[in-house]
């Protein structure tokens, strides 16, 4: 090796470290959104189970879908909704429509969080992530008290 090629070694370990180095990270973070948008999906499942066993309106139903401790989530994020047969959504489902609630929806809306990239400040905005399963007591059992949720 002469004088002049002194260091390329190391200038040219320099910049495939460093892409190897940032794909790394993107395949960690690429996996830590596939596992968050998983956590989304059981959290909007569970809320929907809670929503079809309890009263119209419990408090219960959100903290189901926030049972984890994903950054940015609240309850802000979760919206339950009761429909009829075809599907349309219930004005008032606590007051006249009540008889006439088929299924219940819960949907994770509006929901981003942070991603660490090298040299990328950004956010990953989820879709919309919802869960529709049929009503069943909405909290009003056919005999006896009403269960706890």
């Given at each position: 090796m002469n004088a002049r090629q002194q260091g390329t070694t190391t200038v040219e370990f320099a910049i495939v470290g460093m892409v190897a180095l940032a794909l790394l990270f993107f395949i960690v973070e690429f996996g830590?959104?596939?596992?968050?948008?998983?956590?989304?999906?059981?959290?909007?499942?569970r809320a929907a189970r809670v929503a079809a066993?309890?009263?119209?309106g419990d408090g219960k139903i959100t903290d189901a879908a926030t049972f984890v401790n994903l950054p940015n989530l609240t309850?802000?994020?979760?919206?339950?909704?009761?429909?009829?047969?075809?599907?349309?959504?219930?004005?008032?489902?606590a007051g006249a429509d009540y008889p006439a609630i088929d299924l219940v929806r819960v949907s994770i809306v509006n929901y981003s969080f942070p991603v660490a990239l090298p040299l990328i400040a950004t956010v990953f905005a989820t879709p919309?992530?919802?869960?529709?399963?049929?009503?069943?007591?909405?909290?009003?059992?056919?005999?006896?008290?009403?269960?706890?949720?």
């Open positions: 830590r959104i596939l596992l968050s948008l998983n956590v989304l999906d059981e959290s909007v499942r066993v309890c009263a119209v309850d802000a994020n979760v919206t339950v909704e009761y429909l009829d047969d075809n599907g349309a959504v219930l004005g008032d489902p919309q992530i919802s869960s529709t399963l049929p009503r069943e007591s909405l909290g009003v059992p056919n005999f006896g008290a009403a269960p706890s949720c």
